[in-house]
């Protein structure tokens, strides 16, 4: 398998610049594109083909909740991550809200991070039983 392809969605412009600057340093891991909004991010998604989104919750649009349930509908095999610098936004059990993954703390994005976090992916798809 070839590099793991990365989204980023964030309102931000430093957290996009600073995500990207992380997946560069992360070996085996490329930044395919950003995202401002949630509807860019549905968007880009579809275009892109991304294995990983980094998804900020707090979106100017639809929210991040609301745009990785309408990514893991059309592109169930991506791994959806939602960000947040609150921990007040960060409740529950992100798979049962909308299909994510896990959640992070923006402060917390780092190499070492993204491999474990891909790692634990490709460790589920190996163990999900066929359909």
């Known amino acids: 398998m070839g590099a793991v392809r990365v989204l980023t969605v964030d309102d931000h412009a430093t957290f996009r610049q600073a995500a990207t600057a992380v997946i560069a340093a992360t070996a085996g891991f490329e ?3 950003v995202a401002r909004t ?5 968007v880009a998604a579809e275009r892109l083909a991304p294995d990983l989104i980094l998804m900020d919750i707090g979106l100017p649009d639809i929210d991040g909740y609301e745009a990785a349930r309408r990514i893991a509908l059309s592109r ?8 947040s610098v609150g921990d007040d936004k960060l409740v529950g059990d992100p798979s049962a809200r909308c299909g994510a993954a896990a959640f992070v703390h923006k402060e917390d994005l780092r190499p070492a991070l993204l491999r ?4 634990k992916h490709l460790l589920a798809v190996e163990e999900t039983p066929p359909a």
């Not at 949630?38 to 549905?42: I, L």
């Not at 474990?116 to 790692?119: E, I, N």
Request: charged share 10%.
């Open 31 to 33: 930044a395919v594109g």
């Open 116 to 119: 474990d976090l891909w790692a």
């Open 38 to 42: 949630g509807q860019e991010a549905v």
């Open 76 to 83: 169930p095999a991506a791994m959806i991550v939602l960000i």
